[in-house]
């Protein structure tokens, strides 16, 4: 489940690009993706379990995990269209230090030492990526911080995930973020609604298909089952390979450049996270 949600997260840096590069404006590509994802988890929730309900002890974690996904949704299709996909990808690799930190923070796991000099590895790697880029520090550097903000949202969200899917099924929460977030994106892209063209090639609809029901809504279900059996740091250090695969289908789809700049920062990144899962000795019980 996780290899298969991977590999379609990694295609989606592509066609998600292609896409706003050609002809769909930002907002308007989130909001009508959320929304037809969410009318496919409604009906599948209503179908099979008649009801939506949340039990009143959940709603600040259903809120922050909705907030969480909002935040990360916009942040991640406003650095693919300000950045390149190979950047926005590699910057992805913080995935899983972002994840292990907001764990340690909830009083989900313990972190020692050796995480904090991985994390300073994958952070440094973020400047080498960032430097690395066409314009340097100075080029594209807003989208390159709004995809370390998509990759940190995505590490919380994940966290958050964990207690609900104790009590909860995937679609049933699929539903409530996905229609959560689609209606706030509405509110958002209202201007952007209005003013798009909506006669698009049948390649960017071909694309936007795959990205609704391959990134959105299967993954949505591979992610939510995969974390409630392995866990979210052991899910996320799965996505150790998206940020390569992604940027490997980048430079072949999109013909993008990859700087010796941003090679050396996706190792520095990659080391950081092997660094941070090696252990010393037997495990803790």
Do not use: C
């Given at each position: ?13 592509s066609?998600s ?7 769909f ?21 209503l ?9 009143r ?14 935040t ?6 406003f ?7 190979t ?20 009083g989900?796991?313990?972190l ?8 300073a ?10 430097a690395?880029?066409d314009e340097?520090?100075s080029g ?5 911080l ?18 609900l ?7 049933r ?12 994106l509405v509110v958002?892209?209202?201007a ?15 694309l ?6 391959g ?6 279900l591979l ?16 996505a ?7 940027a ?7 013909s993008e ?18 660094f941070s ?9």
């Open positions: 489940m996780l290899l298969v949600t991977v590999t379609l997260w990694a295609l989606n840096f066609a690009k292609y896409i706003l590069d050609h002809g404006t930002p907002l308007t590509y989130s909001a009508t993706r959320y929304g037809l994802a969410a009318l496919i988890f409604l009906a599948i929730v179908a099979w379990e008649g009801t939506l309900r949340v039990q002890r959940d709603f600040l974690i259903v809120a922050g995990a909705v907030a969480l996904l909002l990360n949704q916009l942040s991640f299709v650095a693919l269209d300000l950045s390149t996909a950047t926005v990808a590699l910057l992805f690799g913080t995935l899983p230090i972002f994840t292990s930190l907001i764990a340690r923070l909830v989900v796991e313990q020692g030492n050796r995480f904090w000099i991985a994390a590895l994958s952070f440094s790697g973020v400047v080498l990526v960032t690395g880029s340097g520090l594209n550097l807003l989208g390159n709004l995809a370390i903000l998509a990759a940190a949202t995505w590490g919380g969200y994940s966290v958050a995930l964990a207690p899917m104790t009590r909860y099924s995937p679609f929460l699929s539903a409530i973020f996905l229609l959560a977030v689609f209606l706030a958002l892209a209202s952007q609604l209005g003013e798009q063209d909506w006669d698009l090639s049948g390649r960017v609809w071909a936007f298909t795959f990205a609704t029901l990134p959105l809504v299967l993954t949505n992610w939510f089952k995969a974390i409630d059996q392995v866990g979210p740091s052991r899910a996320a250090l799965f150790n390979l998206q940020p390569f695969l992604a490997i289908i980048a430079l072949v789809l999109l450049k990859l700087t010796m700049l941003q090679v050396a920062g996706g190792l520095a990144i990659a080391a950081g996270i092997v899962r090696r252990r010393v000795g037997p495990p803790s019980p």
